[in-house]
């Protein structure tokens, strides 16, 4: 059911109290982006679609223009896309006076088909393979996120140093701390709620001015919906508030990371497929084989949970952000964590990904992964046990971007899953990345050699 009916906002447009309409599209960074209609220009046409410069699927954080993609280019003249607004994603944002927002499926402009590099298509093409085999996965990610003191613009100006966490410690469950938060989080819940995500709870995490959100679990599609309106909102807000919030995975090399962890099950109907009662750990076969193509294919998927040079350096011992891929009931060294063990909730909680990671693409890398364990019938290892950091058995997470691009480029499951378009498009992603940082003369290297090497 959407959480706001086009019918309503016609309405709404005709009382006058909506005169905006977000109108967004998810970009290959995880941002909304797209264009603020006057809302009786949207009820009149836009409603059907309007149009985008297709450079937005092909750029990066600061909206270059790199070369090397094969689906848009200065050679073929950045022409256009359709966004196709989706109205069942039509919902109020209460955080911002008179405004509603739709999400938008991104088609090419002469056939009207998804573009396949599109975060949403990629999403929509795992869950139907799901479908293919009676299947849905629920999922859930939990937004981690630091607060700071100061807006986003106070900061830049000031070269984004001495920066000021919103706490003075760690405030990991602390409600004191939490309590001077509230101008920010608690709008910030309460706003979200309205808007239709179903927020369970916010808390301190285990670092100075670090927050978590957590969502309710959802169909695939809405749990990536809302983690994108939640991250959106928390930036505005925050800014809204005079403070600035960052989903950089690691701002201060002593300082813990943010993850953005993934849980995940599989339903057939209203029943949990993950869940067997009497086996062990409550885990049924499929659930086993699903874990399993998960492990298996970690290092394949990193990339899809860890996009940026700096979402590598997240990955250290003895932080809660795991090294190793492999498996462990209730213990959060390891890369997958069993969560409700022996209930109709279990589940598999992914811990690799950033807090910077694009949730589209996060779940669907973690669906292929899984539905490739089901097909081959892939048997699950048994769990590990103790400090996860210290085994040296256990396979490497890469652990750094140059390292995952690589493996995603020789990722048969996702060519096979995705599409060697798909795969390639983000490969060419990654490696852009790479090369960017690759010029720049960093504080560090000045440093440490300017005088002594
Ligand atoms: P923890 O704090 O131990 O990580 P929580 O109980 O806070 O675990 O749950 C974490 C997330 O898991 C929540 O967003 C919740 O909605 C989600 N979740 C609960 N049950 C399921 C399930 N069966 N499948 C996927 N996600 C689930």
């Given amino acids: 059911m959407p959480q706001l009916t086009f019918e309503t906002l016609k309405e709404q447009v005709g009382a006058g109290t909506v005169d905006t309409v977000l109108v967004c599209l998810v970009d290959m960074q995880g941002r909304l982006m797209g264009k603020r209609f006057h809302a009786y220009h949207f009820i009149e046409s ?18 270059a223009t790199p070369d090397g993609y094969a689906s848009t280019s200065w050679q073929t003249g950045y022409g256009d896309y359709v966004m196709k607004p989706d109205l069942t994603t039509l919902r109020p944002i209460p955080w911002l006076d008179g405004t509603v927002m739709v999400l938008c499926d991104v088609l090419d402009h002469h056939t009207h088909e998804d573009v396949p590099h599109s975060p949403r298509a990629v999403l929509k093409r795992q869950i139907a393979r799901l479908a293919e085999r009676g299947l849905t996965a629920k999922m859930a990610t939990e937004l981690e996120f630091f607060l700071f003191e100061g807006s986003f613009d106070a900061i830049r100006k000031s070269g984004y140093r001495d920066l000021q966490p919103i706490s003075g410690y760690n405030e990991d469950y602390h409600i004191l701390q939490t309590t001077k938060e509230e101008s920010v989080m608690r709008p910030l819940r309460n706003h979200l709620f309205a808007a239709g995500v179903p927020v369970e709870n916010t808390k301190g995490e285990a670092e100075t001015g670090q927050e978590e959100l957590n969502i309710r679990y959802a169909e695939a599609m809405a749990c990536a919906d809302h983690h994108t309106i939640a991250k959106h909102a928390t930036k505005e807000i925050a800014w809204q508030q005079g403070h600035s919030a960052t989903f950089l995975p690691k701002w201060h090399r002593d300082r813990v990371g943010s993850a953005a962890h993934v849980h995940q099950s599989l339903w057939r109907g209203e029943d949990s497929a993950f869940y067997q009662a009497g086996a062990e750990l409550g885990m049924s076969d499929l659930m086993r084989s699903y874990c399993a193509g998960l492990i298996k294919y970690a290092g394949e998927s990193t990339y899809f949970l860890a996009p940026y040079i700096n979402s590598y350096k997240r990955f250290a011992p003895g932080t809660f ?68 950091y210290q085994s040296v058995d256990a396979p490497e997470i890469p652990n750094t971007l140059r390292a995952a691009a690589e493996a995603l480029r020789g990722s048969a499951m996702l060519r096979e899953a995705m599409g060697d378009n798909v795969v390639d498009h983000y490969v060419r992603a990654a490696t852009w990345e790479q090369e960017e940082f690759d010029k720049v003369v960093t504080d560090y290297e000045i440093a440490r050699g300017f005088e002594r090497a």
């Fill in 46 to 63: 836009a409603w059907q679609e309007t149009h985008c410069c297709n450079y937005l699927l092909a750029t990066d954080l600061e909206m």
């Fill in 321 to 388: 952000a795991p090294t190793k891929s492999i498996w462990s009931v209730d213990n959060r060294t390891a890369g997958f964590r069993l969560c409700g063990a022996g209930t109709k909730a279990v589940r598999m909680e992914c811990r690799i990904g950033g807090s910077d990671l694009n949730p589209y693409l996060a779940l669907a890398a973690q669906l292929a992964a899984g539905i490739k364990g089901l097909e081959d019938g892939l048997a699950l290892e048994p769990p590990t046990t103790g400090d996860i």
